[in-house]
């Protein structure tokens, strides 16, 4: 009789095993809305490269008039040299009359946003 009504001390192994799954599956949601490290210093580095051409254009259209008819002819005048972006991502800049933009996609063609869900994407006005 005495078993029956001892005090139980402790989880048991189910129960631990249960808990520590729960936060498991928890801690893997909220991980990649808290790990910005990767990403932060690579949205800068994008930004950079973005603002570095928009100037490149900006002087281009000073210099000449008008707006280049694409990166690969600012990279030949010498107002820009090779602007690489990281590996999966590509600049794209288009030309579109009287504005040009320059736009950051990623392999797929979508347009991509930054860590704090800006577009990146840079249009130059006239």
């Known amino acids: 009789m005495s078993s029956i009504f001892k005090k139980r001390l402790g989880f048991s192994i189910i129960e631990t095993v249960a808990v520590i799954s729960l936060l498991t599956i928890l801690a893997g949601m909220v991980w990649p809305l808290v790990d910005l490290s990767g990403r932060v210093p690579r949205d800068r580095s994008m930004w950079k490269d973005i603002e570095r051409i928009g100037l490149a254009t900006r002087l281009y259209r000073l210099e000449r008039g008008s707006f280049p008819t694409g990166k690969a002819v600012m990279e030949a005048s010498g107002y820009i040299e090779d602007v690489t972006p990281p590996r999966g991502y590509k600049y794209i800049y288009t030309l579109i009359a009287p504005n040009a933009q320059i736009v950051v ?3 797929k063609g979508n347009e991509i ?6 577009a990146m994407k840079l249009v130059i006005e006239p």
Request: no cysteine; glycine share 22%; aromatic share 12%.
């Open 113 to 118: 946003s930054d860590w704090a869900g800006r």
């Open 105 to 107: 996609q990623d392999g």
